[in-house]
């Protein structure tokens, strides 16, 4: 075995590991967004609940 072989063998070892390691790293990222965006509840903040008058903006159907 040559050191040519060897390195071009080192090189597409680290490769298939470094492919997948990324491909999980970002499958792991998109299920922590995908988690957090549905188990999370943002409290209510205070705004407007009557019809406002110029220009004042108001939630259109309140949750709180």
Do not use: D
């Amino acid at each position: 075995m040559t050191a040519r072989t060897a390195s071009s063998r080192r090189r597409w070892t680290c490769a298939w590991l470094l492919v997948p390691a990324g491909l999980l790293l970002v499958a792991a990222a998109n299920a922590h967004l995908v988690y957090v965006a549905v188990s999370s509840q943002p409290e209510c903040v205070p705004h407007l609940k009557e019809a406002g008058t110029s220009g004042s903006y108001r939630a259109a159907k309140s949750a709180c």
